[in-house]
């Protein structure tokens, strides 16, 4: 699990284009001293649904905040804001905490283009900032540059990566990588999967042989988590990614969440709290590897309604 302390700077820089008009719209919402009468607050709610469904909370979900708003007692603005950031605070699960001494493995998996090899450098160079030994394997043998990317950024970060070469078996990478990481006692392995093959069941298929190629040769005693990376502009197909590789990877623990700051919705994430459980580890906030921090809900709620002013959501 992430145990660098989260960037409150860096997550509210990324959440820039991603705010949506939540607080500017509620306080307009409003008279000048901040009270409403009982009708203004119920147009006030009905207004609401409009902005959730644009920002892609969906239907389910936007129906239960709307539910629990219409059910709290609030009056003024930040008083409904504060029940808003309550009920958006309350659906993420917790993410389990790693003992000292722990060591994992990690299998990375999504899409081509959401950037989860970058994302996996940037692991790798955090882990290696916590003073863990880390190797990676470049289980993604279907897409030409995957190997030469993934060299190039063990290179600048310092670690070993193992690899077989371009058509070569994914499952035969991880057995490689598995090896020499437990020959050196190493603390975290990252392993590279395929975004694509020629078709999504040959994708789906090779999923599930890596997931139980890694299950067979882990050692015992070591953890083995599954993060997807996701990119913050698939809106509703991220429920849909979701799924997927959590059904060919016997499930997931949580995902990366990449292009934060190029996208003006954010809805998606409460989704996939609310209907799978599941919550992003880490955040990427930029182009660099140090650009990527562990996900703080309530830095990252704060941030999303622009609303500094209330603490302890």
């Known amino acids: ?22 607080s500017s719209w509620w306080q307009q ?6 009270a409403s009468a009982p009708s203004h607050r119920h147009e006030l709610i009905d207004g609401l649904e409009d902005v959730l469904l644009k920002a892609d909370f969906g239907w389910t979900l936007t129906e239960l905040l709307l539910a629990n708003l219409s059910q ?3 009056v003024t603005a930040d008083e409904g804001l504060s029940c808003l950031k309550t009920s958006l605070l309350a659906l993420f699960p917790q993410i ?16 081509n283009g959401a950037g989860k ?12 900032q916590q003073g863990k030994s880390v190797r990676i394997a470049a289980g993604d043998t279907f897409r030409a540059a995957a190997d030469e990317q993934l060299s190039v950024w063990a290179e600048r970060v310092g670690v070993p990566v193992e690899s077989l070469g371009l058509k070569a078996d994914p499952s035969a990478v991880v057995v490689k990588a598995i090896s020499a990481w437990e020959a050196e006692r190493e603390d975290v392995l990252l392993i590279d999967t395929a975004g694509r093959l020629h078709n999504q069941a040959n994708l789906m298929a090779e999923l599930q042989k890596i997931r139980r190629t890694v299950e067979k040769f882990t050692p015992s005693g070591v953890t083995v ?6 990119e913050a502009l698939v809106g509703q197909n991220a429920l849909q990614q979701a799924m997927l590789f959590g059904e060919s990877l016997g499930g997931l623990d949580g995902f990366i969440l990449t292009k934060l700051d190029s996208s ?16 992003p580890w880490w955040v990427a906030t930029g182009e660099q590897l140090v650009d990527l921090t562990p996900f703080d809900a309530p830095i990252f709620i704060d941030g999303l309604l622009n609303d500094a002013t ?3 959501a």
């Not at 988590?225 to 996701?230: D, E, F, G, I, Y």
């Open 1 to 22: 699990m992430p145990h660098t302390p989260p960037s409150s700077s860096a997550l509210q820089t990324a959440l820039v284009k991603a705010k949506t008009q939540f």
């Open 29 to 34: 919402a409003f008279s000048a001293d901040g």
């Open 72 to 74: 709290a007692n609030w």
């Open 96 to 111: 389990p905490d790693a003992l000292p001494d722990s060591r994992e493995i990690f299998l990375i998996a999504g899409v």
């Open 117 to 128: 090899t970058t994302s996996l450098a940037k692991l790798a160079y955090a882990y290696r």
């Open 225 to 230: 988590r599954v993060l997807l990376v996701l």
């Open 264 to 279: 003006a919705k954010a809805g998606m994430v409460f989704q996939l709290a609310h209907q799978l459980g599941l919550r």
């Open 310 to 312: 209330l603490k302890g």
